[in-house]
Structure formats: C-alpha cells, structure tokens
Nanobody, 116 residues
Framework: QVQLEGSGGGLVQAGGSLRLSCTAS????????MGWYRQAPGKQRELVAT???????NYADSVKGRFTISRVTAKNTVYLQMNSLKPEDTAVYYC??????????WGQGTQVTVSS
C-alpha cells in the first residue's frame, strides 16, 4: 500500500516563503514522478511542479522563478520551496506520485494561505 505523508503549509503574508515536504512509503518503483498540484476554491486542480526520479523538473508558468522543487530519491521525499508568495497562490496543495507510470497517488492535501 503506497501512502503519501505531507507536511508544511500554513498562513503567510504576501512576499513570504513556505516549504512543503512529502514522503512516499510502500513499494515505490525506481522510476517515478513526484510533485505538487493545487486546487483553489471554485477552480480545478492544477499542476504546480513535478520532478522525476532522475531529477527532471516541470513547473507551471505561474510559479517559475518563485518555486523550486527538489527531492531526495533515496528517501522518496519531495520538497517544494515557495518564495515570493502571492495571494493567488492560496490553495490546497496536494502531493502527487506517479509510481512507475502504473498508478497515481495523492496526499491528503495541505492548506496554503497567502494574505495580502
């Protein structure tokens, strides 16, 4: 059984920083993609950033230059450093795992609120 355990998030003023982390447990295939999606009220879930097990990264245009995704592959842990936060970054952030391209998993979600 694969599980994703996330931490981080909270309330921050515009311009501030937060760091999210997420660890996957269970049977994790050597090739996988981990990352973060987010969902704001009344909107669809959208990609924030992903990183492969060989450290290839992909970012939403809206976060490029402000967010950095990284991982410790040996620990199946992914991090999202969020800088220069804006009110429009307010959302529930979901950790994501594509396990060997066979099955996708989601974390429970963590709230990020950016006040203006």
């Amino acid at each position: 059984q694969v599980q994703l355990e996330g931490s981080g998030g909270g309330l921050v003023q515009a311009g501030g920083s937060l760091r999210l982390s997420c660890t996957a447990s269970g049977i994790i295939f050597s090739y996988n993609i981990m990352g973060w999606y987010r969902q704001a009220p009344g909107k669809q879930r959208e990609l924030v950033a992903t990183i492969t097990s060989v450290s290839g990264t992909n970012y939403a245009d809206s976060v490029k230059g402000r967010f950095t995704i990284s991982r410790v592959t040996a620990k199946n842990t992914v991090y999202l450093q969020m800088n220069s936060l804006k009110p429009e970054d307010t959302a529930v952030y979901y950790c994501y795992l594509s396990n060997g391209g066979r099955q996708n998993y989601w974390g429970q979600g963590t709230q990020v609120t950016v006040s203006s």
